[in-house]
């Protein structure tokens, strides 16, 4: 099976100023997450149809300060000065069903496969070294979810009525020459650009909503 569009990330300072951010843009609460023991970060999460989320990941201050890099840059002082101004979409996740095999096809490194738990959620993940995404977050991170599809987190969601539309890749041609193939129920751009940076466009009750411009 092809790679899938699983979620979105959206990085804050912290959950709360960050769901609150996304509330006054998007209209919709976030649901209760969890915490990613030994990695220093929890999160929130936001059902965005088709099988689809956004999760928005902050520093968990009630984790001891984690022995590598967390994620998605958020211990790097140009991040947490971006963060400070607002919270940040930093990257994008593709769901596989060979996880391996997916890895080692791919035209750049994803980083390395660690297992993780929550609860009855049982996943594998691959985590860049330093914390830095591949392509500066344009290049997906992978992620295999060893559980019934019924049992994804999306699945698991309420439905808020906000739903992903599309997703633009903005990158030099260079990177984006290593995107993977991606079977995606939104259309999922590609554009040449020399500044390397991902866009969102959500349909809201309120009307269309740009994340990342």
């Not at 209760?32 to 149809?49: A, D, I, M, S, Y």
């Not at 990177?175 to 991902?198: F, H, T, W, Y």
Request: proline residues 8%; glycine residues 8%.
């Amino acid at each position: 099976m092809a790679l899938e569009l699983d979620h979105l990330v959206v990085a804050a300072t912290d959950l709360d100023s960050g769901e609150a951010w996304l509330r006054e843009r998007l209209g919709a609460s976030l649901a209760p997450g969890g915490q990613h023991t030994g990695v220093g970060t929890h999160n929130r999460l936001l059902q965005l149809g088709n099988r689809v989320y956004l999760e928005l990941i902050a520093p968990d201050p009630s984790q001891p300060e984690p022995t590598r890099a967390r994620p998605f840059l958020l211990d790097d002082p140009a991040m947490k000065a971006r963060l400070k101004s607002a919270p940040q979409l930093v990257h994008w996740l593709v769901r596989s069903d060979s996880l391996e095999s997916d890895v080692a096809a791919a035209r750049y490194s994803p980083g390395r496969i660690i297992n993780m738990t929550r609860g009855s959620l049982i996943w594998r993940i691959t985590v860049a070294e330093g914390g830095r995404p591949a392509g500066d977050g344009v290049l997906p991170s992978m992620i295999q979810w060893d559980v019934p599809t019924d049992q994804h987190p999306a699945a698991r969601l309420p439905d808020t009525g906000v739903a992903l539309q599309s997703l633009s890749i903005q990158a030099p041609a260079s990177v984006l020459a290593m995107l993977p193939n991606v079977a995606s129920p939104v259309d999922i751009e590609r554009v040449e650009s020399g500044v390397s940076r991902l866009q969102a466009t959500f349909r809201t009750a309120t009307g269309v909503v740009v994340l990342g411009q």
